[in-house]
T-cell receptor, first 115, second 115 residues
Framework: DGGITQSPKYLFRKEGQNVTLSCEQN?????MYWYRQDPGQGLRLIYY???????QKGDIAEGYSVSREKKESFPLTVTSAQKNPTAFYLC??????????????FGPGTRLLVL | AQSVTQLGSHVSVSEGALVLLRCNYS??????LFWYVQYPNQGLQLLLK??????LVKGINGFEAEFKKSETSFHLTKPSAHMSDAAEYFC?????????????FGKGTLLTVNP
C-alpha cells in the first residue's frame, strides 16, 4: 500500500536535547512538507521541499532543521533552540504539477512531549 | 499575505441535521481551496477541493462546498449529519500562481454530532 509513515508515534525530549522525527513516503511524490499543529491554531508550515537536495523555510522554521537526501525521506530535527516544542507534528507530500492545486497527503503524525 | 478564517471554533448539531461549516479567505489572486478532516490523533484527510471549473464541488462522505468568489467564501455542507462525522475540519487555501506549494490553513472547526 502506498502512503506516508511517521515515526515514532510519541517522542519525549529532555531539556537541551535534539530529537529527529522520521517521515517516509512511497507515493513517488516530489514535494514534502512539515507542519506543526497546536490546539486551536490550525497547521503552520515549518519547512517544505520541492525536490531532492533542496528545501525552503516555512512560516515557523526557527529551532528546526531538515534534510532531503532521498526522494522518499524528509526527516525533521527539533533542536534545543526550539523553546516550546510540545506539539503534534505532521508530514505531508504532494505529486508534481505545473498548475498548482495538487493535493497534499498527510501522515499519521508524531506527538512530541517535553520531559 | 493569504489568510483563512473559519467562523466558529466549535459547531454542534444533532444527528440528521444540516451541517454548515464556514470558511472565508483572503487572496490577491484566484485561489485553490481545500477542506480536510482530522479524527483524533490522526493525520488529515482530503474531503474535497476547488481548483477550476464548476464552483460546486462534491467530496467524500456526502460533503460538498461552493466557491463564491464575490463573497470570498468556501463553506462546507452536508444535508444530514452522521455520528461518524464528528471530527475537526480545516479549510485551506493556496494561490493559483507563485508559491502554489504552500497551503495556508484556518484554525479549524470541531464538529460535535449529538444523538
Amino acid at each position: 500500500d502506498g502512503g506516508i509513515t511517521q515515526s515514532p508515534k510519541y517522542l519525549f525530549r529532555k531539556e537541551g536535547q535534539n530529537v529527529t522525527l522520521s517521515c517516509e513516503q512511497n507515493l513517488n511524490h516530489d514535494a514534502m512538507y512539515w507542519y506543526r499543529q497546536d490546539p486551536g491554531q490550525g497547521l503552520r508550515l515549518i519547512y517544505y521541499s520541492q525536490i531532492v537536495n533542496d528545501f525552503q523555510k516555512g512560516d515557523i522554521a526557527e529551532g528546526y532543521s531538515v534534510s532531503r537526501e532521498k526522494k522518499e525521506s524528509f526527516p525533521l530535527t527539533v533542536t534545543s533552540a526550539q523553546k516550546n516544542p510540545t506539539a503534534f507534528y505532521l508530514c505531508a507530500s504532494s505529486p508534481p504539477g505545473a498548475g498548482g492545486g495538487e493535493t497534499q497527503y498527510f501522515g499519521p503524525g508524531t506527538r512530541l512531549l517535553v520531559l | 499575505a493569504q489568510s483563512v478564517t473559519q467562523l466558529g471554533s466549535h459547531v454542534s448539531v444533532s444527528e440528521g441535521a444540516l451541517v454548515l461549516l464556514r470558511c472565508n479567505y483572503s487572496s490577491s489572486v484566484p485561489p485553490y481551496l481545500f477542506w480536510y478532516v482530522q479524527y483524533p490523533n490522526q493525520g488529515l484527510q482530503l474531503l474535497l477541493k476547488y481548483t477550476t471549473g464548476a464552483t460546486l464541488v462534491k467530496g467524500i462522505n456526502g460533503f460538498e462546498a461552493e466557491f463564491k468568489k464575490s463573497e470570498t467564501s468556501f463553506h462546507l455542507t452536508k444535508p444530514s449529519a452522521h455520528m461518524s462525522d464528528a471530527a475537526e475540519y480545516f479549510c485551506a487555501v493556496t494561490d493559483s500562481g507563485g508559491s502554489n506549494y504552500k497551503l495556508t490553513f484556518g484554525k479549524g472547526t470541531l464538529l460535535t454530532v449529538n444523538p
